[in-house]
């Protein structure tokens, strides 16, 4: 009884951070994320089917909105710097869910538009706040250890608002989906207000001081947040390439996207802060990223054997490229993490972290059609060029981050 009782507590230890600040953002977070996880599911459904808008204005807009938000991040990161993270994190998310309410009453493009690059520019907003907050709580592989945890919590939210979300495709009325967007509106204002229990970091930044651009004149870290934009194009793959593939190329089942889907959402609630020790030093996140590339390449040409087989051999190889690139991701995470924060001046952390949120942006941005012109149009021989990129891009980031081509220093 006393040993079963340990192993709980040993787990509860594990999964529930003991730091007051590291549970609050923790809260924050899963609140927020089970928000999106309601609101992701059903937006487009909601916008096209029940209010009526095309399918491919929905989706123009949500690009512009994603565009113009990229446009903020810098100014957000000086703005931390200099007045502090806390307070502008939880002011932007209450106006997000001010606006998401606002979207309940939308029933035309252009007012569709101006709402969505509104909640746009005020999320890239607090992600830049929450990162520079990510900072100031440790150093090393600390901040790489939080950073991951804040990612496994929210997984697990984005899949618990998801469950939710399936309540109302099944009742599939314009009230059901009208109540999803209140609810999500309603965490975004719960999750602001959780946030101001956070600890008041000071600003690192005098407010007198001259508005400079360190960071985009950092040709290292420049250099660094493009080669970081190329890696966070596997992120896409999972979303838009894989499940085209699946269905259109392969004959495994339809559902067995959701398999896909379910088998890197496991591992990145159960392994993400694991894979994530020993990252710290930045000249080891480099070399986690390296190996890290060398997995997506891999996997690459694993989601490519499976065309042309049976729908058994198909599955069997899909799952086995899946665990590859989900390996290739928890340690690449955790590798990217390291060297966002430990190339960055600890002075401007807030600008370096909306400088190098631009990577993912941009993957985010411009990857859809890409990994599209890859994986459908150009078949198989697609994915080996793909493969040769994500590997090239691992051996140039170690290159810029340790000086080095093979060796990584201690």
């Avoid at 890409?370 to 691992?394: K, R, S, Y």
Wanted: hydrophobic fraction near 55%.
């Amino acid at each position: 009884m006393s040993s079963a009782l340990s192993r709980l507590q040993r787990l509860k230890a594990a999964a529930i951070p003991t730091d007051h600040a590291r549970r609050v953002m923790s809260l924050s977070t899963l609140i927020n994320t089970f928000g999106n996880g309601l609101f992701m599911t059903v937006e487009v459904i909601y916008f096209t089917l029940i209010v009526g808008l095309s399918p491919a204005k929905v989706a123009l807009a949500l690009s512009i909105a994603g565009g113009v938000a990229l446009s903020v991040s810098v100014p957000a990161g000086h703005i931390s710097d200099r007045f502090g993270p806390r307070n502008i994190a939880s002011l932007a998310m209450v106006l997000e869910g001010l606006l998401m309410f606002a979207l309940l009453s939308v029933h035309t493009y252009i007012p569709f538009l101006i709402v969505n690059i509104g909640m746009a520019v005020l999320g890239n907003i607090s992600q830049t706040m929450r990162m520079a907050t990510i900072a100031k709580l440790g150093e090393g592989e600390e901040r790489v250890a939080i950073r991951a945890y804040q990612r496994a919590v929210t997984n697990f939210g984005i899949s618990l608002g998801t469950v939710f979300a399936g309540i109302a495709l099944a009742i599939n009325t314009p009230l059901a989906y009208q109540l999803l967007l209140a609810g999500d509106a309603l965490t975004f204002i719960l999750a602001g207000y959780v946030f101001l229990k956070m600890p008041y970091f000071e600003p690192t930044v005098e407010r007198g001081e001259p508005i400079t651009f360190q960071a985009l004149r950092d040709v290292r870290f420049v250099g660094a947040t493009a080669l970081n934009a190329i890696n966070s194009l596997h992120f896409v793959l999972q979303s838009v390439a894989i499940p085209l593939w699946v269905v259109r190329e392969t004959t495994a089942p339809r559902w067995w996207v959701s398999v896909i889907m379910m088998v890197n959402t496991i591992a990145v609630m159960l392994f993400q802060v694991a894979a994530s020790k020993g990252s710290g030093p930045v000249f080891a996140g480099a070399k986690l990223y390296r190996r890290a590339s060398l997995a997506i390449s891999i996997a690459c040409i694993l989601y490519s054997m499976s065309h042309g087989v049976g729908a058994i051999t198909a599955s069997a190889i899909l799952i086995l490229a899946s665990a590859v690139h989900v390996y290739g991701e928890l340690i690449g995470s955790a590798g990217s993490w390291s060297i966002g924060f430990g190339l960055a001046d600890e002075k401007h952390q807030g600008q370096y972290q909306g400088v190098w949120s631009l990577s993912w942006g941009l993957g985010g941005t411009l990857g859809p059609a890409f990994v599209t012109l890859m994986a459908i149009t150009l078949g198989q021989e697609g994915w080996f060029i793909m493969a040769a990129i994500f590997l090239i891009n691992g051996i140039l980031m170690h290159k810029l981050v340790t000086r080095s081509w093979f060796s990584t220093p201690a």
